[in-house]
């Protein structure tokens, strides 16, 4: 049936155009800005170690299907999963899995756009100069000094929320695609570039040892689930970005193929971050755990005092925008389809309504920084409870159930017919990750954390 369907809202034009645009996605601030500050509050090696075994064994084998069930139902993920339900005569409420990935996108999107912000007006200050000859305490007092003002955040997340909007509502084609392009390689040289300054700071063994040398006297049941949250994070995974964008995947590309090289890129990014952090938070001596001001603290310092450093702020800080761009439009990508084909909007009304309820969301996470400060749910300022309530509940739940779904409800001829593996071999062993080790993990790691076992 679905053979001859296409998405309503365009194809990519090639494997390659889906390969930038899911690696767009998964490659952002969650490599670059998340990961390092979440290694350090959760002690270095082991939780690296950890992260590392859950995108292979669980990351990789739900981004295979997230993808396969993205291009066999060609729609939003709500739709496509009532859809896919029906096809495999089973219950729809399933389709409920793609509300809540529409819940998931509008939060994790409400406060990665105030951070994407804060990116926004970092490359301006790299401009002025304000980073150079600054020592750690002064780098340190700038950050606190902007955060502090509500005014300045509001401003900037108005902004990237403005771009990310228009970005989508020129669609899957000229908008999506064209952003993607340039961005990647850009990234990558500078990162290394980093590591090269990280080299230089006498305290590059310290940062590895940190990153490399697993420590298990320091992983707690919350943090094996912060790892494993995260790994649904950086790859994008549990809340149908992967699947909207596999519904605009022509039918003639290998999906298991794809998915390794997406899933390699983003770790890449995400430990040549750390390799690049670590060494300079030892060398001046801060806080490993000073959480999501990490890279504002640190990398200044590498830029206001390496050769050349003014023009490497500036384009870091511009690549970093990029990289939370080509990662926000798919956050807000499954909404907007939905309400394309649901409720008769064009694109251009969609992104207006979804974008103003995503930005006055992220208004609680700007406050959290300052004027709420002190206000606390569950011991939690408003961003950290929207990042525990995304990351670590909400995209291994969805992760959870899409694996579910495409190893036990799917028919096995449908799923073997769309993912057109090789070998039989490497269909039998992503049946068997899919089927038992990703829920079986996700489910132990949560009954850790409920203090079952
Ligand atoms: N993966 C992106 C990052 O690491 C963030 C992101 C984009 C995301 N789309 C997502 C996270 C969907 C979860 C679900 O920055």
């Known amino acids: 049936m679905t ?30 800005w998340k990961f390092p500050y979440i290694t ?36 939003s993920p709500i739709n496509t999963m009532e859809t896919l339900a029906a096809e ?38 790299a401009f002025f100069g304000s980073f150079s000859g600054a020592d750690a305490a002064e780098i340190k007092g700038l950050f606190d000094n902007f955060v ?12 990237f929320m403005l771009a990310t909007m228009l970005i989508v509502a020129r669609g899957v084609k000229s908008g999506l695609e ?37 420590d298990f006297s320091k992983i707690t049941g919350d943090s094996v689930l912060t790892a494993m949250g995260h790994a649904f994070f950086t790859l994008s995974l549990g809340m149908g970005a992967i699947m909207v964008y596999g519904s605009y995947l022509p039918k003639d590309v290998s999906i298991a193929k794809t998915a390794f090289l997406i899933a390699g890129s983003d770790t890449v990014v995400a430990l040549l971050a750390g390799i690049a952090i670590f060494p300079i ?73 979804s974008g103003l309820a995503t930005w006055l969301l992220g208004l609680g996470t700007v406050f959290s920084f ?17 990042d525990y309530l995304t990351a670590n509940l909400m995209l291994p739940i969805g992760g959870f159930g899409i694996a579910m779904f495409a190893g036990w409800v799917m028919k096995q001829r449908h799923s073997e017919q769309e993912l057109q593996m090789s070998s039989a071999e490497g269909y039998q062993l992503w049946k068997f990750l899919v089927c038992y080790i990703a829920p079986a993990a996700v489910f132990l790691v949560f009954l850790n954390v409920v203090g079952v076992i």
């Not at 369907?5 to 930038?20: D, M, P, Q, T, V």
């Not at 310092?301 to 798919?330: D, E, Y």
């Open 3 to 32: 053979d001859t369907k296409k998405s309503i809202h365009g194809e990519w034009s090639s494997r390659f155009a889906f390969i930038l645009a899911a690696t767009g996605s998964a490659v952002g601030l969650g490599n670059i």
């Open 40 to 75: 350090g509050e959760n002690g270095g090696g082991a939780f690296v170690l950890v992260y590392l075994l859950c995108v292979v064994f669980i990351g990789v084998p739900i981004m295979i299907a997230e993808t396969m069930m993205g291009r066999r139902g060609r729609q």
């Open 88 to 125: 495999a005569e089973a219950d729809t409420n399933w389709h409920y899995l793609g509300w809540m990935g529409v819940a998931a996108g509008f939060l994790i999107l409400s406060y990665y756009s105030v951070i994407a912000g804060w990116a926004s007006a970092y490359v301006f200050k």
């Open 148 to 159: 502090a003002s509500p005014v300045q955040l509001i401003f900037w997340h108005t902004l």
């Open 178 to 214: 064209r952003a993607v392009r340039f961005l990647m390689p850009g990234l990558f040289v500078l990162m290394i570039l980093l590591v090269g300054y990280a080299m230089t700071t006498g305290a590059y063994d310290q940062g590895l040892k940190f990153l490399f040398n697993p």
């Open 281 to 353: 938070v030892f060398a001046n001596g801060l806080e490993v755990g000073s959480g999501p001001g990490l890279i504002f603290q640190t990398l200044p310092i590498a830029f206001g005092n390496m050769t050349g450093g003014w023009l490497f702020g500036i384009l870091f800080f511009v690549m970093l925008v990029f990289a939370a761009l080509t990662s926000s439009i798919s956050l807000i990508e499954p909404a907007v389809a939905w309400l394309v084909e649901n409720k008769g909007l064009s694109r251009e009304q969609a992104c207006v309504w």
């Open 370 to 386: 300052n004027i709420w400060s002190d206000f606390k749910v569950f011991d939690r300022s408003i961003f950290h409870l929207v």
